[in-house]
């Protein structure tokens, strides 16, 4: 049972994630506006209840439960980023599964967006170092993150419930 839900909802966002990564001009940007603007008007996409922790939450829609805000500055200038419009979430770049991957943004431009299942980022990461490199573009190895990665302003709560979440990823 529970599984199926996971399913479904892998499914949806599979879909979003698909349209998101679609460097087609009209289709992007017609679906990409109605998407955005569901998650721009605080509720979801698949409505309240559809996760199963707050950090999964924040991870696909990048709002949080506790009703604190979640913003981002920066991410990818190109305008293929741009026509997406409305609020992107972690899941937009890496992924419903967080392992990342390639995405067209232009003609030539390929954002890469690493792998951040939780077992992945150590033992690299800990909880103080996710956090600079969420909030701050801060590498552990003490270079910046690209400008693609948005610099987050999140709070220290819904970061350890997105980190509970990514250590669930398998
Ligand atoms: C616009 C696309 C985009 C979004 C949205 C995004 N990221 Fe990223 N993220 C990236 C890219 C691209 C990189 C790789 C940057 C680099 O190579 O310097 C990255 C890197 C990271 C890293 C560093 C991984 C490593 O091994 O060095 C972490 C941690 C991370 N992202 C977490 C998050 C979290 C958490 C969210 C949601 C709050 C998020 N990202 C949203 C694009 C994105």
Redesign the pocket.
Known sequence: MKRSITVSIFAIVMGVALISCDTNTQKGSGTGSDTGQGMMSGGTAWGTGAFRSNGERIYFT?TSERGTSITYAG??SSSGWMMMGGQ???V???GPNGRGGKHNMGMTQV????D?RWKV?QPE?DAEK?RL??VKGQ?PDGTQ??P???R?N?SNEDLAD?IAFLKTLP
């Open positions: 990048a991410g990818p992107q979430a972690c937009s770049c890496h954002m890469d967006a690493k951040i980022l990461f996710f490199a969420v590498d993150l690209k693609d990665m948005p987050w999140i997105l």
